[in-house]
């Protein structure tokens, strides 16, 4: 081997990979023999490592696996190309403005029935406070109630409670039962008092 | 290493122009033949991004329904496969980014593996005799490895420049990165991988050469008795 051969005078590795890598070539390279034989060499060890690189890919996808690759591509795109499916929302339900607009009017009777009911009690109610003492006008008198039959025991017994009353009486002083009786206000009395002037 | 495939930009446009007057059935059989023409190419970066191949096989279907419902968006000034590998690799990052997330709070089962081990278990390569196609399933599980230990975006510029045999513009196109930024990550990315199978390489030949001393002694040790 010549001194500049084996002192490295020529191209690194390095150098020659670059060309190969696509960088212009040196000077050196250009006109030196042994390194455009060392260029060729490891040229070709690329190509080959290359091509030994694609022939494994190329084992794993056989010409069957790419048919199938195809034919799931062309369904994929058939897929897409499809519009969208619409589903009909159920029949039978009511639109919601329709539902909301009953509803409404199911309150608005509801809530003037209660209206109503509320009026009539209360002018009821007030009705009756107004007319406590009931009108004699359309009263029938009071009816006696039925003598009951007599009998001798009967007879015999009323005689003796009413002589026992008499005699409560007669024990009591009339003039002081009187008194109380003069400053016991009349029910009736009462009630007119209370009465607004225009309907005494 | 493959020719680069140029999508003829009529047929993208012709697409684009059935997809805007609404002939959508026509237009998806347009792109059938998009599909059968990028599907290899696409499952391949995808596979080398991810590293795993049902993760890959989503993000091609991802990518391919996204550019055709996109197509409005397509312009003329790049070709169709740049505009669909652009779209590609974002997705593969979006995924890679959402399964990082995902792995920070869940502990893998030991036994499942993951999509790890998919690229390693490949199909074994048949050689000349069973020795040969031992070495070459060897040589493809180091490989393997090798683009594993490589940062995402240095595997995919890898593939897509050497294997793909794309231009660095094009492949600044594609990833978003300038062409400078292309090859700087093309050179490390040759360079690890060199590297890496340098060493198994000399692992491999330190191994033999133990064998084969250890071998040596036992016939020399033999021959005495």
């Known amino acids: 081997m010549r001194f500049a051969e084996k002192f490295g005078r020529h191209a690194s590795e390095s150098a020659l990979l670059a060309q190969i890598a696509g960088e212009p070539a040196t000077a050196h390279v250009s006109s030196c023999p042994v390194c455009q034989a060392r260029l060729a060499a490891l040229g070709a060890w690329v190509d080959d490592t290359a091509a030994e690189a694609g022939a494994m890919a190329d084992a794993v996808f056989t010409p069957e696996r790419l048919a199938e690759q195809k034919s799931e591509i062309l369904r994929r795109l058939e897929a897409a190309g499809r519009s969208a499916r619409v589903i009909a929302f159920p029949a039978g339900t009511p639109a919601p403005a329709l539902q909301s607009t009953r509803q409404v009017l199911r309150w608005a009777a509801a809530a003037a029935v209660a209206g109503m009911m509320v009026g009539l009690a209360s002018g009821r109610l007030l009705d009756l406070n107004g007319s406590a003492q009931p009108s004699t006008a359309g009263l029938q008198p009071r009816s006696e109630p039925a003598p009951r039959p007599q009998t001798i025991a009967s007879a015999a017994d009323d005689l003796d409670e009413a002589a026992l009353l008499d005699a409560a009486y007669d024990r009591i002083s009339l003039d002081s039962l009187r008194t109380i009786d003069d400053m016991t206000p009349r029910a009736r009395e009462a009630t007119l008092a209370s009465l607004p002037r225009s309907r005494r | ?225």
Not at chain 2, 62 to 67: L, Q
Request: charge should be positive; aromatic fraction near 6%.
């Open chain 2, 1 to 225: 290493m493959t020719a680069p495939l140029t999508e003829p930009e009529n047929v993208a446009a012709a697409i684009k122009a059935l997809v805007a007057g609404h002939r959508l059935d026509e237009a998806r059989l347009r792109y059938a033949e998009v599909v059968s023409r990028h599907q290899r190419r696409a499952s391949r970066i995808a596979l080398h991004y991810l590293r795993d191949a049902a993760d890959a096989d989503e993000a091609v279907q991802d990518a391919f329904v996204k550019a055709f419902t996109h197509i409005g968006s397509y312009k003329d000034e790049w070709p169709f496969e740049v505009w669909f590998t652009r779209i590609l690799i974002n997705g593969c990052l979006d995924r890679l980014k959402a399964r990082r997330r995902r792995d920070r709070w869940i502990v893998p089962m030991i036994e499942s593996g993951g999509g790890e081990r998919e690229l390693t278990e490949i199909m074994p390569a048949r050689g000349p005799s069973p020795e040969d196609t031992m070495l070459l399933n060897e040589r493809r599980r180091r490989l393997a490895d090798a683009l594993g230990g490589l940062p995402d975006r240095q595997r995919t510029i890898f593939m897509l420049s050497h294997y793909e045999g794309l231009s660095s513009k094009e492949v600044s196109a594609m990833t978003g990165l300038n062409e400078s930024t292309v090859r700087v990550h093309l050179f490390r990315a040759v360079r690890k991988l060199r590297g890496m199978l340098a060493s198994g390489e000399k692992t491999k030949d330190e191994r033999r050469k133990t064998e084969d001393k250890t071998e040596e002694d036992g016939k020399r040790s033999n021959a005495i008795r």
